[in-house]
């Protein structure tokens, strides 16, 4: 269980470095088309690179974000139930979780693949976007990581 526990630390510690970059590139490039636009010279494409890199942010933060529980949680009703149904709930969600994203994982990859195949480019720039795409689906692959070692050390018994 350590061994998951220190994948999943890592994998998502790179994930947020990686998003982090995104984060910046992302600021440098709105902010510096905003100062371009002052002087009529705004950056083309800016509204596409954005997007891109705003669904790369979205995505890599999902697995981390699951491995600190700092998503909202509505616990109004469950809350009053013992502390093992608790546990049994929140297993239950960690399952459904990891099959819905586990698909949407898979999914978004398969829509990755047509538009590599395809060799689709974006609108304005005309760069390819797929790797954007794969990025995302990394992303909620790496949450379905994050669900199923959340649901395993629910399972596994307590180190005293």
């Given at each position: 269980m350590k061994y998951l526990e220190a994948i999943n630390n890592f994998l998502n510690r790179i994930s947020m470095i990686l998003g982090g970059i995104a984060v910046l590139a992302l600021?440098?490039?709105?902010?510096?088309?905003?100062?371009?636009?002052?002087?009529?010279?705004?950056?083309?494409?800016?509204?596409e690179i954005?997007?891109?890199?705003?669904?790369?942010?979205?995505?890599?933060?999902l697995g981390y974000t699951q491995k600190n529980k700092d998503h909202i949680v509505v616990d109004i009703l469950t809350e009053k139930f013992p502390k093992k149904i608790q546990t049994y709930i929140e297993a239950l969600a960690d399952v459904v979780i990891m099959i819905f994203f586990g698909i949407v994982s898979w999914q978004v990859y398969v829509w990755g693949m047509k538009i590599y195949e395809s060799h689709e480019v974006s609108e304005t720039l005309k760069i390819v976007f797929h790797p954007f795409v794969f990025a995302v689906s990394v992303g909620f692959a790496l949450l379905c990581f994050s669900a199923s070692v959340d649901f395993l050390k629910k399972l596994s018994p307590k180190e005293e």
């Open positions: 600021m440098l490039l709105a902010t510096g088309n905003v100062i371009l636009r002052i002087f009529h010279l705004p950056f083309r494409g800016t509204y954005v997007s891109f890199l705003g669904a790369v942010v979205i995505a890599f933060a």
